[in-house]
């Protein structure tokens, strides 16, 4: 899938991942799509409950060996 | 004003001393409704931290003044936030220290009842609902369905000067992990199992068999294995110093163990009923039954411990007063409780076929026991 932008947050503990993918969402426009790379499992629902919440749409993920990949298309 | 960190064990203690805490817990909304810190004495509020990045003035007047504030989440890092956000508002506020990670892992140490030159132990798993126990006397140790925090049961052995000497456990667990092995490779003590429940398990270890009978210290007290198949095909039962009837699985305090957590509730309905309603039938009322969980706050004694005598379980427990077997079966085979997180990856864990590291463990662990099913 094509981002318009990738955001590195492997190695980072929670709140961090969520907090940066905030940061970089403002980077964005409306309905382009952020990447994010993470290695803390509880990414996967956080970053799913936090999309909900604030309406952006998680369109895919993936877990490849230990990175857990996700697109997220911004409101 | 400054953040506290609150370890598990202070907690442990307001919950068993029904003292009053306010909880924020920050942890996303599925997470909380799936499983947070049980207290009958406690006060909840769930906002997920990433509902609070911008701050935390919207929640401030939900929260009352009067009470003490503890901040939750999975790990830490999230709570410790949200803490010195609330802090930076004025408010005085404590996190926990490890999150329901570590929460999950607090092992209380209850004492339950003398022993012939000894005394028998609970551990308390507060935060899954496990129990564990220890039997002292004369300078020995046994060790029944201990947890994967295999150090506090060394410490707690090595503190009371006593050698851990045999290692059992009553049936293959399949909603927390087995120090059993560890703890049995660790200290040369005999790691017992029930062959039935071992058949896939690819390491070596002492099979029980119904009337087995072991001995801790020269002249003290008996463990007596009583075969009780029902919640898996291997579930044994103990029976120590002819008072304490540790039932694993089998019977809880408010509830029956449920038949089919390795796959196989239908085969194994008739079991369970023939172990709770002849073969426990036939022990005496008197014993103390120590189960292997509990599931609510409700079965937790005002000392902290879990037991109450057979013959009260007999009159009270629902899942023991069920007269009609078809009723029975529907009750412990239809709609039952989710499984329990990761249950099968649990299961072969406990087997030795899978070797997670520390992060996996705790991973799977994750979330209640949901070991019964409750009439």
């Known amino acids: 899938m094509n981002a318009d932008k990738v955001l590195d947050a492997k190695g980072m503990a929670c709140p961090m991942p969520i907090v940066k993918t905030k940061k970089a969402m403002n980077d964005i426009e409306s309905g382009q799509v952020l990447e994010i790379h993470a290695t803390d499992q509880g990414a996967k629902a956080d970053l799913a409950a936090w999309s909900k919440s604030g309406g952006h749409e998680l369109v895919d993920q993936s877990e490849d060996d230990g990175v857990l990949k996700f697109w997220i298309k911004k409101k | ?375």
């Open chain 2, 1 to 375: 004003m400054a953040v506290k960190a609150m370890k598990a064990s202070e907690v442990a203690r307001r919950v068993v001393e029904k003292k009053d805490l306010f909880i924020l817990d920050v942890r996303n909304e599925d997470a909380y409704a799936d499983w947070k810190i049980e207290s009958d004495s406690f006060q909840y509020m769930n906002v997920p931290y990433f509902e609070l990045l911008d701050g935390v003035e919207e929640i401030m007047e939900d929260i009352p003044k009067d009470k003490e504030l503890l901040v939750v989440c999975a790990k830490e890092g999230s709570s410790q936030m949200v803490a010195e956000m609330l802090a930076d508002e004025g408010m005085e506020v404590s996190y926990l220290e490890g999150g329901m990670k570590t929460w999950s892992e607090h092992l209380e140490p209850v004492k339950v009842g003398d022993l012939p030159n000894g005394e028998l132990y609970q551990f308390v798993r507060l935060g899954k609902g496990c129990l564990s126990y220890m039997a002292v006397s004369n300078g020995e140790a046994a060790i029944i369905d201990a947890t994967r925090m295999t150090d506090v049961f060394i410490n707690f052995a090595k503190a009371k000067g006593v050698e851990i000497k045999h290692v059992f456990d009553t049936h293959l667990h399949a909603d927390h992990i087995s120090g059993g092995r560890e703890i049995a490779e660790k200290t040369g003590a005999v790691y017992w199992l029930p062959p039935k429940d071992a058949e896939e398990v690819v390491f070596e270890y002492a099979p029980l068999t119904d009337g087995e009978q072991v001995r801790i210290g020269d002249t003290a007290i008996d463990i007596n294995a009583l075969y009780s198949p029902g919640h898996t095909i291997g579930s044994t039962s103990f029976v120590i110093d002819n008072r304490f009837l540790l039932s694993g699985d089998i019977l809880f305090i408010d509830s029956i163990g449920r038949p089919d957590l390795a796959g196989k509730a239908d085969d194994w309905v008739g079991d369970l009923r023939e172990t709770l309603y002849s073969r426990y039938r036939e022990l005496s009322e008197n014993l103390i039954v120590l189960p292997a969980h509990f599931m609510i706050m409700e079965e937790v004694n005002d000392d902290g411990s879990v037991q109450e005598k057979l013959g009260t379980l007999f009159d009270k427990n629902h899942g023991l007063n069920i007269e009609d077997e078809n009723k029975f079966r529907a009750l412990v085979t239809e709609n039952l409780p989710p499984q329990p997180n990761s249950h099968q990856e649990i299961r072969q864990t406990n087997m030795g076929k899978i070797t997670p590291d520390i992060d996996k463990k705790q991973e799977m662990e994750i979330g209640p026991n949901r070991c019964a099913v409750k009439a």
